[in-house]
């Protein structure tokens, strides 16, 4: 008999030092066979891909897990040796307290931070029923606390670039970015005000600029997994995808069309709006998460071709100098993170979207 507990949480988000709240509630229109019934709260990292970088959800095919804490208590054992779990209404509160030093929720493609908590029930001879449900833990990173936070940038970056087309066949060349924006630190709510120039010293004329703000993901592998007679093959960034994964995803990203001339160079100047997103991650063995401000210059080619140059920033959940309304809202990835939105429904039986702080009135 598939059993359906519920479990709710006495709010969305939990903070380090919090004690994580909530009940469980079942109800049996039968008696059940049962030895015991437990209630289980687990913070883990997982990371996981196939062979040749794809998401997938399966644990069989995890490259990572870490489990950062994890508690277990016991709420219901038999009267008896019979095992009999009777038929009515039940309730379980539970409490699970946090520690100060906990790592915020994170959701990506290729790997997950989760805080869970679960029902299992120890069924005799059978399969056990099990129920969980995931939770946000936000946590705090204030950018008051980081020196020099509110420095200009300026970052200059050349990239090499290859256009090809049916006459000319190849074009070899490079694009040189200057990009500057105002500070280094930032927090949801905020628009990053970013400009610049761009040298072109292509072969063929740049078309459009895209600005846009990137998340860099570094999923990885526990050392235990990795492959010691695979010859590693790096591509961009120097990651692998056996042993570890590089994912970038872009937020706020503007475009303006140009026509800039072989030779010539361009200034421009965009506005980027930062969503709900989360923090930067820098203290998790298996998952770190970095953001840079991006300008893509398109090249006028038969091929779509782009060259990038970045200069990094820091997401933080506190603004400079404190102010703002603050409120949580669902994380602006949503359910694109395919990997985590997939076992997140195999596993919850819903998508867990996890809630990330936003400001306004800055």
């Known amino acids: 008999m598939a059993l359906k507990p519920t ?4 709010k969305d988000v939990f903070f380090p030092g919090d004690e994580i709240t909530g009940k469980i509630e079942m109800k049996l229109t039968k008696d059940l066979s049962a030895r015991k019934i437990e209630i ?10 196939t062979r040749d970088g ?9 490259k990572g897990n870490e489990v950062h804490l994890q508690v277990t208590h016991q709420v219901w054992t038999p009267e008896d040796e019979k095992n009999i779990l009777p038929a009515g209404e039940y309730e379980w ?10 790592q915020p929720t994170f959701e990506s493609n290729f790997g997950c931070i989760r805080y869970v908590v679960g029902i299992n029930i120890d069924v005799p001879h059978f399969l056990d029923e099990h129920r969980e449900n995931a ?5 705090q990173l204030n950018l008051n606390d980081i020196p020099n936070i509110t420095d200009p940038v300026k970052f200059q970056a050349k990239e090499e670039m290859i256009c090809c087309d049916c006459i000319n066949f190849i074009k070899k060349g490079n694009v040189q970015f200057t990009i500057q924006v105002p500070k280094s630190g930032y927090v949801a709510g905020e628009t990053i005000h970013v400009q610049g120039l761009i040298e072109n010293h292509l072969k063929a004329k740049i078309r459009a600029i895209r600005g846009a703000l990137v998340r860099k993901t570094v999923t990885k592998s526990d050392p235990k997994n990795v492959d010691k007679n695979y010859r ?10 056996l042993h570890d994964k590089l994912d970038r995803v872009l937020f706020g990203a503007v475009e303006e069309v140009v026509d800039i001339p072989i030779g010539a160079d361009h200034e421009f100047s965009f506005n980027i709006a930062i969503p709900a997103i989360a923090p930067t991650i820098r203290n998790n063995s298996h998952i770190h998460v970095e953001y840079a401000v991006q300008i893509a210059a398109i090249a006028d080619s038969m091929c779509i071709v782009e060259s990038l140059g970045e200069a990094p920033i820091i997401i933080g959940t506190v603004p400079i100098g404190g102010r703002g309304e603050l409120s949580y809202v669902p994380s602006a990835r949503g359910d694109l993170d395919t990997q985590c939105a997939a076992d997140a429904i195999q596993r919850f039986g819903d998508k ?3 809630k990330y702080p936003i400001f306004k009135n800055l």
């Open 40 to 49: 289980k709260f687990i913070n883990e990292t997982v990371t996981g891909w």
């Open 135 to 139: 939770v946000t833990v936000a946590t």
């Open 93 to 102: 509160n539970f409490s699970f307290e946090l520690p100060k030093d906990t």
């Open 352 to 354: 867990f979207v996890p």
């Open 232 to 241: 590693k093959n790096p591509n961009v960034g120097g990651f692998d995808d």
């Open 54 to 62: 794809k998401p997938v959800s399966s644990a069989a095919l995890q």
């Open 7 to 10: 479990i709710t949480f006495d």
